[in-house]
């Protein structure tokens, strides 16, 4: 019996059942690695195999059953016609292959995050002004006092107006936090990608090519976050010279930028 399996979106294999039992007991193939054989329709995880067919991978075999007297000893050979007749199964098909991820390249990533910056940053004027206009209205008296002073240093604010523009600085900075965030779940949720990847024909996944959760998305917006700025941007810049072509981001939250197919 020859098993394929997939380890971070590369099929392996084929390997003997006994060399697949090897790497099951080193970890090296887990619950949650896709397997393949002659007879499965679609390729399944270890777990699944294992609750298919629980004896497929045991450490020991199970006890022979109890033989009364009515039963004799037979002896057939375990050959593939045998075998299909016995399991239902069908030798026919051939194995899907898993998706081979073609990881987006630097230059692609830097042109996708450019559009959704300027994406982002139009939005984020809009939802800032509106903001200001209903939470904070004495924003704009001093905005208009600052313009007509010819703005810049040339205006000197008083005590209660730098009180004033630091908590409208502050303000800008939760919402252009809470923009990056739902952005980020918006598009990556419904279409793993951005408005910008999908320009570029991006689209980001996790490391076996499975979508990106709720709960990852929500966690590597936050690390984008900190691969900018905090990092002079070396968080991105490490995708040039990464053989996966990961972020900073994309190693906290084990995903990864591919190509369309």
């Keep these: 019996m020859q098993w394929y399996y997939a380890i971070d979106g590369q099929r392996l294999g084929p390997v003997p059942h006994a060399e697949l039992e090897r790497l099951v007991?080193?970890?090296?193939?887990k619950g949650d690695t896709l397997l393949w054989r002659q007879g499965l329709d679609q390729w399944k995880t270890l777990a699944e195999v294992r609750e298919r067919d629980p004896a497929m991978f045991a450490e020991v075999p199970p006890p022979l059953p109890e033989m009364g007297a009515e039963h004799h000893e037979t002896s057939v050979e375990a050959t593939p016609d045998v075998v299909r007749r016995a399991s239902g199964l069908s030798f026919?098909?051939?194995p899907a292959a898993p998706e081979v991820l073609i990881y987006a390249g630097f230059w692609r990533r830097a042109g996708a995050f450019l559009v959704d910056t300027i994406l982002w940053l139009f939005v984020w004027h809009i939802?800032?002004?509106i903001v200001v206009l209903l939470v904070s209205p004495e924003m704009v008296k001093l905005a208009e006092k600052i313009a007509a002073s010819?703005?810049?240093m040339a205006y000197k604010p008083t005590p209660e107006e730098m009180v004033q523009l630091l908590r409208f600085s502050g303000l800008m900075m939760v919402i252009g936090v809470i923009w990056a965030v739902v952005y980020d779940v918006i598009f990556l949720r419904r279409f793993s990608a951005t408005p910008g990847k999908m320009l570029f024909g991006l689209r980001v996944v996790q490391a076996n090519?499975?979508?990106v959760s709720f709960v990852r998305i929500v966690g590597r917006s936050f690390a984008k976050m900190i691969a900018g700025f905090p990092t002079l941007f070396i968080g991105f810049l490490i995708v040039a010279v990464d053989d996966q072509k990961r972020g900073l981001h994309d190693f906290f939250c084990n995903t990864r930028v591919v190509k369309k197919r």
């Design 25 to 29: 007991q080193s970890g090296t193939v």
């Design 92 to 94: 026919d098909e051939k």
């Design 127 to 129: 939802l800032s002004n």
């Design 150 to 152: 010819g703005g810049g």
């Design 209 to 211: 090519g499975e979508p």
